[in-house]
């Protein structure tokens, strides 16, 4: 497994979606090239021009400012907030990058606000885990989602992309699509998507419960990825197009001033014997 990343500062991406840290470069495995572009056009102020985990908290509202951790203090507009537009960044806070043999690490801090670390460490060499630390200095309610953008070696999105729940899984669709639907443990597609064409549902749980585990299994071929996290899910959105198809597991995120919150999300990556 190889595994590379962009420094927060390098200027690849720009935009105020996404937590600037931590964003993949490529990631390989079996030959198998998890992590690369799938988008059609590139720009560092693009909103989502990021690639494999990639993790977005909400906008929290603080006084003439809005905050959105993993970017900075943002300058407001007259407009409702849209996490689709780029926005002028008035405190970019400070970065600070350090590597450690397998592990990475990226450290964000915004005086008066919070201390964040996301550490990227590969735990074998079939498994790599993301930790965070949020130490926060004001109230803090809010939440944070993994957009997992797998392109799992593939540029296209149909029936060999599998995705399975320890669960049975309930939501609801943004249309009556003829192209995929939900099963007994997981997500199906019946047919290739189209390019231009995507899916969305955007309250994934489990069956008769709120919430779901955090618990997900991608596969494409031989080629699997399961993903683990140690909090609750409040639940989570689906997202595809004809190139990626992504499971966005949600996490709530509150505590009072001077406490530290943390999670842990885990991938094991297998590669079926052929």
């Not at 400070?94 to 915004?110: Q, S």
């Not at 996290?229 to 995120?253: K, M, Q, T």
Request: charged share 20%; with cysteine.
């Amino acid at each position: 497994m190889r595994l590379e990343f962009h420094h927060p500062l390098d200027g690849y991406y720009k935009g105020t979606r996404f937590d600037r840290s931590g964003i993949f470069k490529s990631l390989i495995f079996g030959g198998v090239e998890l992590c690369a572009p799938w988008f059609e056009h590139y720009s560092p102020l693009m909103h989502d021009a990021v690639l494999g985990p990639a993790e977005e908290f909400s906008l929290m509202p603080l006084g003439q400012y809005w905050l959105k951790p993993g970017v900075g203090l943002l300058a407001p507009t007259p407009e409702p907030y849209d996490r689709f537009k780029p926005y002028t960044v008035v405190d970019p806070g400070r970065w600070d990058f350090e590597e450690l043999g397998t592990t990475t690490i990226f450290r964000h801090t915004l005086d008066g606000c919070y201390t964040y670390a996301k550490e990227i460490r590969i735990v074998s060499d079939c498994a790599f885990e993301i930790g965070h630390s949020l130490n926060v200095q004001i109230p803090w309610d809010g939440t944070v989602y993994n957009h997992n953008f797998f392109t799992m070696g593939k540029m296209e999105t149909g029936p060999s992309r599998r995705i399975d729940f320890p669960f049975r899984p309930e939501g609801t669709w943004r249309a009556a699509y003829d192209s995929v639907a939900f099963t007994e443990s997981g997500i199906r597609f019946s047919r290739k998507l189209r390019e231009g064409e995507s899916v969305y549902s955007g309250n994934i749980h489990q069956a008769g419960e709120t919430g779901m585990p955090y618990e997900i299994t991608l596969h494409e071929g031989p080629l699997s990825i399961n993903i683990r996290g140690d909090v609750p899910v409040s639940h989570s959105v689906f997202w595809a197009n004809h190139r990626i198809a992504c499971v966005e597991p949600y996490n709530l995120l509150k505590a009072a001033p001077g406490e530290t919150l943390r999670w842990t999300i885990r991938y094991q990556l297998n590669l079926l014997e052929k």
